[in-house]
């Protein structure tokens, strides 16, 4: 982290936790610090004027203060929150993955400006449409290739791409098994 106590953010909320009757724990993928744990005090408050910018895949500029415990997230304005994402769930629901992917395959506190890029690339083509599929298979192998996961040589898609990255985690990822009855039509929209 920053050596100061307050400092300012570029990133994007990858997911969120609700603790206690107002607060929200929030994971967010950081341009200057990487990936980073903050808590957002009063957020759930009806009269919060923070929690419109604090969604998921909303890249966001903030300020940050260094706790204890945790950073907490005091100003915050959004940088894009791609409305035509939000819009159609098969989007959403790729967004979640490219966040899930994130989540998972980075550490805490390790910059990585070429991922942050990346991701915000593949959110900018999947909020304007195009092939949403191919993007994200784009991003995949690339995010492995990035991280050293995967040789540059090497292709894997569907099934075997999944299991390559599980085994990477050594966990179950959420949402492809959603996003798979999605496509295919098991789940009415």
């Given at each position: 982290m920053s050596s100061s106590r307050v400092y300012k953010v570029d990133g994007i909320i990858?997911?969120?936790k609700n603790v206690g009757e107002a607060d929200r724990i929030l994971t967010i993928f950081t341009k200057q610090y990487g990936k980073l744990r903050?808590?957002?005090?009063g957020i759930r408050k009806v009269s919060s004027r923070r929690a419109p910018h604090l969604e998921v895949f909303t890249h966001i500029s903030a300020v940050v203060h260094s706790g204890k415990t945790f950073e907490?997230?005091?100003?915050?304005e959004s940088l894009d929150t791609y409305q035509q994402l939000r819009k159609d769930l098969k989007r959403v629901s790729l967004g979640?993955?490219?966040?899930e992917l994130i989540d998972s395959l980075l550490p805490i506190s390790q910059e990585h400006r070429d991922?942050?890029?990346l991701l915000l690339q593949t959110l900018q083509k999947i909020n304007d449409g195009g092939n949403i599929y191919k993007q994200t298979k784009i991003f995949t192998l690339e995010l492995l290739w990035m991280l050293g996961f995967l040789p540059r040589n090497k292709h894997l898609s569907g099934q075997k791409l999944q299991t390559?990255?599980?085994?990477?985690t050594e966990r179950s990822l959420?949402?492809?098994p959603f996003a798979r009855r999605l496509i295919s039509g098991t789940i009415s929209v």
């Open positions: 990858l997911k969120r903050v808590i957002a005090k907490s997230i005091s100003e915050v979640y993955y490219l966040c991922v942050f890029t390559f990255i599980e085994s990477i959420k949402t492809p």
